[in-house]
């Protein structure tokens, strides 16, 4: 178990990059991903990011996260990206009316009026 979550961990300069998939989400529990390659690993990231990553729309995503392992196993989650047909995209919100893009789901921070899921290639 140890040594395939291991395999599956690739250093990057700022930290570890690790990709798998949510597991459905339980509520009251962090979020925890399912890593590509075997085992499962608990997410501590921010209230913004925890919102992105649980959005229904996003549900069957394979995501690259990139962060810090703490000790006892938990990922500290600082950038997160899906990834479509083997490439990273940034995830963001879009409200068509006000040409305002953010990064969290939700009702636009101007009209209040319902925002686009928009994954944008690069990183
Ligand atoms: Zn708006």
């Known amino acids: 178990?140890?040594?395939?979550?291991?395999?599956?961990?690739?250093?990057?300069?700022s930290g570890e990059a690790i990709r798998g998939?949510?597991?459905?989400?339980?509520?009251?529990?962090s979020l925890q991903l399912a890593i590509a390659g075997?085992?499962?690993?608990?997410?501590?990231l921010d209230e913004g990011l925890e919102l992105t990553m649980r959005d229904p729309q996003l549900a069957k995503r394979l995501w690259e996260l990139r962060g810090q392992r703490h000790e006892g196993g938990r990922f500290a989650v600082e950038k997160i990206?899906?990834?479509k047909e083997?490439?990273?995209?940034?995830?963001t919100y879009y409200?068509?009316?006000?040409?305002?893009?953010?990064?969290?789901?939700g009702l636009c921070m101007c009209c209040q009026?319902?925002?686009?899921?928009?994954?944008?290639?690069?990183e």
């Open 1 to 13: 178990m140890v040594g395939a979550l291991l395999l599956a961990v690739s250093a990057v300069a």
């Open 21 to 29: 998939t949510l597991l459905a989400p339980e509520a009251g529990k």
């Open 38 to 44: 075997g085992g499962t690993v608990d997410l501590e």
């Open 81 to 83: 990206f899906t990834v």
């Open 86 to 91: 083997g490439e990273l995209h940034r995830v």
């Open 95 to 105: 409200c068509e009316i006000c040409h305002i893009t953010t990064h969290e789901p």
């Open 113 to 122: 009026g319902d925002t686009d899921l928009r994954e944008l290639p690069g």
